[in-house]
């Protein structure tokens, strides 16, 4: 088919020994902690689970040999990293079932939900949308994607970041509010899910700034971690 000018190239991420995985969309879950909620000012309880997106764009990949430098982006001077368990979608659909909804996942990867945490502020407090405060370039950094068939269903274990050495963020993603499962399922039912969309599972207590020339290490117990430097 002739455009109007040449599209831009499949976003993708590097699969282990799988071919490389095209990224379609991105979903982020808030406040999916109830140490972070706390901390963020809201409710530990359990309510309805909130969403929002990233562009595909966004993803800075990174794989072991090969660590991320992320520009320190413009109109900021409150950049936070989150580190999130992410998750990997094989299949599509809406509504899906919460007992079947693992069945989808093709597999998972260490990801970075990064905040222009000023501008997430400034927006809250006026009741506008979060999209420039979370949706911006470089803003999902992602490993490699360990496929499920590796290591079986992801339900707990340690997660965890570090910035220039000392631990800032710790939790268990047993500790999410919002369990895998349950989560694609409130998600299929806003949308339609497809192959290729990644959701971003939510991050544990502990954010905090970081500067131009830190090192972001991101870990999930069992995947490829994630290494990002701020340019």
Known sequence: ???????????????????????R???CIARNYADHAIEMGGDPEREEPCFFTKP?????????????????????QNLHPEVELVVAMLLGGSNIPQDKANDYI?????????????????????????????GFDFSAPCSAITPEFYTGVIARGKIELKVNGEVRQSGDVGDMIW?????????SNLVELCPGDLIFTGTPAGVGPVVKGDKIEAMVQGLDPLTVTIG
Do not use: C, H
């Not at 093709?106 to 999209?131: C, I």
């Open 56 to 76: 595909a764009t966004a993803i800075l990949p990174n794989n072991s040999a090969t660590p991320a430098v992320m520009p320190y982006p413009s109109a900021t």
């Open 179 to 187: 369990k895998i499962p349950e989560i694609i399922n409130r998600l």
């Open 106 to 134: 093709f597999g998972y990867a260490v990801g970075l939900d990064m905040t222009r945490r000023d501008l997430q502020a400034a927006a809250k407090a006026k009741g506008q949308p979060w999209d420039m405060a979370k």
């Open 25 to 27: 969309r991105i979903y």
């Open 1 to 23: 088919m002739d455009y109007a000018f040449p599209p831009e190239p499949v976003v993708t991420l590097s699969a282990m020994s799988s071919k490389p995985f095209p990224v």
